[in-house]
């Protein structure tokens, strides 16, 4: 999960009743990105991140402050959205690397092996 590799946290740890502020603040990001990134409604977010619907909306909310205000505000991380931009650019690289997963596991395992054969035996040619 990107958020939790940018917070270097646990799904445990995000999931979890710990109040420290870099766990809050990786909740806050992520429920936001729930709702606004990917179009959940506040309860749908509340029942992934394991936390009631109004919490969500209060993260979001946070959020949303603190991107408004530049970062003032009771509670407001000020490095907000950058913590949004590189869980964004986090998300998008683990997409990439499942896709190629995906596309290599299609791949015909009869070939692969053919190719590993021809290039261990030195006969295979590059262009």
């Excluded at 946290?9 to 990786?26: C, F, N, P, Q, Y």
């Excluded at 402050?65 to 959205?81: E, N, Q």
Aim: one cysteine or more; aromatic letters at 4%; charged letters at 25%.
């Amino acid at each position: 999960m990107a958020v939790c590799t940018h917070f270097n946290i646990s799904i445990e740890e995000l999931r979890g009743k710990d109040r420290r502020m870099a766990l809050v603040t990786a909740r806050r990001c992520l429920a936001y990105l729930l709702v606004h990134e990917a179009g959940l409604c506040a309860t749908e977010a509340g029942r992934i991140m394991g936390r009631d619907r109004s919490t969500v909306e209060h993260h979001v909310a946070v959020v949303e402050s603190a991107r408004g205000k530049g970062g003032s505000g009771a509670g407001a991380d000020k490095h907000m959205a950058t913590h949004l931009r590189c869980v964004r650019s986090e998300a998008k690289w683990l997409t990439q690397q499942a896709r190629i997963k995906r596309e290599m596991r299609a791949i015909d395992p009869v070939a692969i092996a053919g190719v590993r054969a021809l290039s261990l035996s030195g006969k295979m040619a590059f262009a």
